[in-house]
């Protein structure tokens, strides 16, 4: 199995930066895309940014231009940095990604793999 342990969230006056890290562990194979996404209370989860294995990044226009998503390949891990946070970027982050993992018999298979979230809390 997979595992994504995320760390960096905790409150942050608006206007303030954070640095969240997600890293997987475990039974991988490879990983492609990685991304993060967040759920504010009563809300549905969204994404917020994405990247390819390759580097390719897709971000959602409430955050183009404030966050930076990154990843290191050889730690398998995967990085989003916040600057110019707003309180309606309060919410919980969850780490995701679509990794390819080998079973005991050697069978390659797909598997989707989520964080257990963080949260990150801008005051006004």
């Known amino acids: 199995q997979v595992q994504l342990v995320e760390s960096g969230g905790g409150l942050v006056q608006a206007g303030g930066s954070l640095r969240l890290s997600c890293a997987a562990s475990?039974?991988?194979?490879?990983?492609?895309?990685m991304g993060w996404y967040r759920q504010a209370p009563g809300k549905q989860r969204d994404l917020v940014a994405t990247i390819t294995s390759g580097g390719s990044t897709n971000y959602a226009d409430s955050v183009k231009g404030r966050f930076t998503i990154s990843r290191d390949n050889a730690k398998n891990t995967v990085y989003l940095q916040m600057n110019s946070l707003k309180p309606e970027d309060t919410a919980v982050y969850y780490c995701?990604?679509?990794?390819?993992?080998?079973?005991?018999?050697?069978?390659?298979?797909?598997?989707?793999?989520w964080g257990q979230g963080t949260l990150v809390t801008v005051s006004s």
């Open positions: 995701n990604a679509h990794t390819l993992i080998k079973d005991r018999d050697a069978t390659v298979r797909a598997l989707e793999v």
């Open positions: 475990g039974s991988i194979f490879s990983i492609n895309t």
